[in-house]
């Protein structure tokens, strides 16, 4: 087996593994080009890097962009997006004009409503709702004038700017098979199946991935809460009925978490039950991770996040296109993805506090 404690065969592991999802990525999106406008024009949607997305200039009008506020206390990621999307907008001479909601479905939908009622040019929705739960809002957006961009989802007629979920899914599972020898027992955890569908294409593309690897078993998935519950909590709960229906050493080679809370209660399990054989695998960087990463609190070797200041920087960016009257193509944009090793995780605190600072500050002008 891998030695766990080599922090230069982390480094190398970590490097190999976003090498492949970046080429993985960059083949995809070279073949969707080759196939040239007459397929685009065929009714295609097509898939490109936001990295190509540029803010139009001012026209004299000044844009005025709904923007739903629906991130609850766990949602620290969702949070910096959103304050990115109000900054963007804000840079450019544009007005948000925002919703407070909880982070759900229901809540997330009730405020997209109300902001087609608040004299807007723009509406960004996200981030729970299905392209298909939302279509009704955008038939009544864009009855109404309005035009629509997706924001971390993909949304009906409308540019949107989403994780790379699949690029996720594939550098975590090359880093994991990679430093395991392809040798060893999984077991996933994420928010309830259906809650957010990111984390049900990671944890689908895993186990696809585990499937294949003779020496691999994957056991069955650790279901857990909501936003609105306390995760923590029940990550911590969920992985020690876990670790009691496998009490044996060595039954258990890793913890898969697609959501940071879960990480922090399955580090407090395996504290609990004194399981220091068993490594954690995390997506979704947040402050309380990070310290404990850093802090080597937790047994947490690796973590892939999503850059959401970058895609909240760019649904900004899209809605201001829309607003300045400009022709966008109904495009799925794809933010580069983020991971690090334990010995990485100081410096990203660092960065993150800081961000989480400025998010704060500006979001709480307008109720966040």
Known sequence: ??????????????????????????????????????????????????????????????????????????????????????????????????????????????????????????????????????????EDAHKRGIKTVGFAVSVKDSPAVVEDTWGTATAMGYFIQNMLQRQGTLVQTAEARGFYTPFDMESDMLELMTKFEPRMKMLPFMHGGVSTQDEISDGRQNALAMLQAHPEPGSVDAIVSWWWPFTIGAGQALQQTKRSEIKIFNHYFSDQLLSAM?????????????????LGQKTGELAIKLGRGETVPNNVYRVPITAITAEEAGKALAELQEMDKQAIALLKQYGG
């Open 1 to 138: 087996m891998a030695d766990y404690t080599d922090e230069k065969a982390h480094k190398h592991l970590l490097r190999e593994a976003l090498e492949y999802a970046e080429f993985s990525r960059r083949t995809i999106l070279t073949g969707a080009t080759a196939l040239g406008a007459g397929a685009l024009g065929g009714g295609l949607i097509g898939t490109a890097s936001a990295d190509e997305i540029r803010v139009a200039q001012a026209t004299g009008k000044k844009v005025r962009v709904g923007v739903p506020l629906t991130y609850g206390p766990f949602n620290q990621p969702w949070r910096r997006g959103c304050w990115q999307v109000v900054k963007t907008l804000l840079d450019n001479g544009c007005e948000p004009v925002c919703v407070r909601g909880e982070p759900t479905k229901a809540s997330e939908q009730s405020a997209e409503r109300t902001l087609l009622d608040r004299n807007i040019d723009v509406l960004v929705l996200g981030i729970y709702s299905l392209e298909s739960e939302t279509a009704y809002i955008v």
């Open 294 to 310: 850093a802090a080597k609190t937790f047994p947490i070797v690796f973590s892939t996040d999503v850059p959401w200041h970058i």
